[in-house]
């Protein structure tokens, strides 16, 4: 999961992408970066950090021009200590072009081997979005070769780029000298949407992941990219959209709903936040069919995703809502924090307990969900240590069963608490007095019943179908084997940060 953005616009847009990613910044916060150009020539400054700490105002300076992309990372694939690997990504040929990416294409090491042999491209990173870049640009020089660039020709690659890869992409791509490109792969996994804004001298078009960044830097949000459909916005802002897949249907991710999204955006036509409220009433039944509410004393939201579920729930079992956990908003999200030990130790810096809320009571914690257990653990110990006679859990979403390889941070079994354990071994795990899950159909109905053209969901972590059809157990082994490796590079890096650190003591 990343944040992307792209503007076509009469006025400097260096400030505007800067408000955008601040506006994203939940979607990742390993690494930024920000492209923008003047005619043919691009300007470019990425590193890794958040937004606010990667643009400085001699950044911010060095990057003029009307029209630019950009993106927050959140790694999934390739390096997460590379700032190689920050976006975006360039290649002069053809034309000059460059990319951001959200999502992870499970065909990657094939498509590799595909440049070299028959393509005669280099990739000098493990990222796949420079994969997905060098097959974009291939098929923009086949496409366009001894013709004018035309919308014709663009789309004509897009769809070639359909044909060959596979797996969740976003995508938003500069040509030098002739406008944006954005597409989105042809099920529609990861979000992708427009908007436009007038201004002096014209017309002023973004597209972004979310429509928090549209709403929320002054642009009308005009619609969702629909799955398949490439848009290329010239550089008088002039909008051109084809459907560039033979297949398309729209199975968004449902965990964007569970707990990537902010709550004020609206993703393909489901608002985020009416979409937590319905998964705390269908939480709230599975509640009242478990345990009677007689024995909950108040209900207590884990900030910041679950609080709509959480008092959705709390009015429907006639229960208290309390803010019973006071978050650190100057704490990464943990969930996307690069590094299982990073995550582990972030936990009680990023929570404190408020005793009151919690002395003498039997209290009802609700998460948007439990992925690898070892946060839940922390915080029904200081649900303990604060003085809660008992801690039941209840987790807005169905148990984590299956690794996710479309962009999520949870790819390989041994990670997931849920993987091969019942209900009751994880409630002993993480030590609660009763633990309540979501219901996978539930869940789906619940979210499903806000736009009835939604065709399905990508659910795969929940129920582990998934919906590119080219997913093997070869492919998680070789996840797992990437992951191990990861881990090892993480020793190193903080190995080299000890001494750093010490050296300068």
């Known amino acids: 999961m990343c944040g992307i953005v792209g503007v076509i616009s009469k006025a400097p847009v260096n400030q505007l992408i800067y408000d955008a990613l601040l506006l994203l910044q939940h979607r990742g916060q390993d690494a930024a970066g920000i492209v923008t150009a003047v005619d043919r020539k691009f300007f470019m400054h990425k590193a890794r950090g958040m937004v606010r700490d990667v643009f400085r105002t001699r950044n911010m300076r060095a990057l003029p021009g009307s029209v630019g992309l950009g993106q927050v990372r959140y790694p999934t694939a390739g390096n997460a200590y590379s700032e190689e690997e920050a976006q975006p990504f360039y290649v002069n040929a053809p034309f000059g072009l460059v990319l951001v990416h959200n999502g992870n294409l499970t065909n990657a090491h094939a498509l590799r081997q595909e440049l070299f042999a028959i393509d005669r491209r280099h990739i000098n990173t493990e990222s796949d979005s420079e994969v997905l870049l060098n097959v974009l640009a291939h098929e923009l020089e086949r496409a366009a070769r001894d013709l004018p660039l035309t919308e014709d020709e663009i789309f004509k690659a897009v769809s070639a780029v359909h044909r060959r890869i596979k797996g969740s992409y976003a995508v938003v791509c500069l040509i030098a000298g002739y406008g944006l490109l954005a597409f ?36 009308r949000f005009v619609r969702d990219v629909a799955p398949g459909e490439a848009l290329f916005i010239d550089l008088d802002g002039n909008v051109h959209a084809r459907q560039c897949a033979e297949q398309a249907s729209l199975h968004p991710c449902m965990f964007e709903f569970v707990y990537l999204a ?59 809502y309390r803010e019973g956990f006071v978050k650190n908003r100057y704490v990464g999200r943990t969930f996307i924090m690069p590094g299982q030990a990073v995550r582990k130790k972030s936990v009680r810096q990023k929570l404190n307990a408020i005793a009151q809320e919690f002395k003498g009571r039997n209290v009802l914690l609700v998460d948007d969900s439990i992925v690898r257990g070892t946060t839940s653990k922390e915080i029904v110990q200081m649900a303990r240590e604060a003085g809660a006679r008992k801690v039941y859990m209840a987790s807005a979403a169905p148990p984590v069963r299956y690794p996710n390889v479309y962009g999520i941070d949870m790819p390989t079994k041994s990670e997931l608490i849920a993987h091969n354990r019942s209900i009751e071994e994880i409630r002993e795990f993480i030590g609660a007095d009763a633990l309540i899950y979501q219901d996978v159909a539930a869940m789906k109905r619940a979210v499903g019943a806000l736009n009835p053209a939604i065709d399905g969901f990508e659910a795969s972590c929940f129920d582990g179908c998934y919906i590119t059809g080219d997913v093997s157990a070869e492919d998680f082994a070789a996840i797992a084997t990437q992951r191990a490796a990861q881990g090892d590079e993480e020793d190193t890096q903080r190995s080299r940060l000890t001494l750093h650190n010490t050296s300068e003591q």
């Open 184 to 219: 989105r792969d042809p099920n529609g996994i990861r979000p992708l949407c427009y908007g436009e804004m007038e201004i002096e001298g014209g017309k002023e078009v973004m597209v972004a992941s979310e429509s928090v960044a549209l709403e929320g830097t002054g642009h």
């Open 262 to 320: 902010r709550p004020d955006s609206v993703i393909d036509g489901i608002s985020v936040y009416q979409a937590r409220l319905n998964m705390g009433e269908t939480l709230a039944q599975r509640v009242i069919s478990t345990m009677p509410p007689s024995e909950i004393d108040v209900v207590i939201p884990i900030p910041e995703s679950s609080r709509p579920s959480a008092m959705q729930l709390a009015q429907k079992i006639g229960k208290p």
